[in-house]
Antibody
């Protein structure tokens, strides 16, 4: 069974750093792109970027380029989303999702990680 | 970037109604168009891929069509459990993007 399990909720202060994780199981982790999606409270889905675990090739939405870093450790089947300097507008739920194939749909999703940034 | 738009932004319909949501892309995306259903507090769920392929286990009340820049998601005979927000997403370019969503409510 394909599963993506994300790390738990976080409460951080502005200016702090953070790395959240997404662990895949039940499939060949290195062979499928993994993406990250932001959803602010009461708002829609925003595509942040994707990474290919096989070679760590990462692509970013222009809206998120330079704001976050997507990385992966294929030895432990885990993808990461990282912030160096958090701000209040980063408050959101963040989902990771697996890209099925070259046609691109996100076919399996993690449960989401809720991030609250507040002083 | 490829921009995605959806209409309407929300709708309210009765049980048994046929509901249609439209999605437009700012440039041709062939059939690289996916639809997701999201219920409150839940992760999105893929319901249709490649514009018209119904995912396994998804009720046949859902149907997708279109190509190029214009796509539709139709829900035949709306049921209470279909109350959700629906998002289209293009996967034509390396930089996928979502539409803003359509909230479907039951009258």
């Amino acid at each position: 069974e394909v599963q993506l399990v994300q790390s738990g909720a976080e409460v951080k202060k502005p200016g702090e750093s953070l790395k959240i994780s997404c662990k895949g199981s039940g499939y060949s982790f290195s062979s499928h792109w993994i993406g990250w999606v932001r959803q602010r409270p009461g708002k829609g889905l925003e595509w942040m970027g994707i990474i290919y675990p096989g070679d760590s090739d990462a692509r970013y939405s222009p809206s998120f380029q330079g704001q976050v870093t997507i990385s992966v450790d294929k030895s432990i089947n885990t993808a990461y989303l990282q912030w160096d300097t958090l701000r209040a507008p980063d408050t959101a739920r963040y989902y990771c999702a697996r890209v099925r194939n070259s046609y691109g749909p996100f076919d399996y999703w993690g449960q989401g990680t809720l991030l609250t940034v507040s002083s | 970037d490829i921009q995605m738009t959806q209409s309407p932004s929300s709708l309210s319909a009765s049980v048994g109604d046929r509901v249609t949501i439209t999605c437009r892309a700012s440039q041709s995306i062939s059939n690289y168009l996916n639809w997701y259903q999201q219920k409150p507090g839940r992760a999105p769920k893929l319901i249709i891929s490649s514009a018209s392929f119904l995912q396994s286990g998804v009720t046949s009340r859902f149907s997708g069509s279109g190509s190029g820049t214009y796509f539709t998601l139709t829900i035949y005979s709306l049921q209470p459990e279909d109350s959700a927000t629906y998002y289209c997403q293009q996967s034509y370019s390396d930089l996928f993007s979502f539409g803003p969503g359509t909230k479907v409510e039951i009258k």
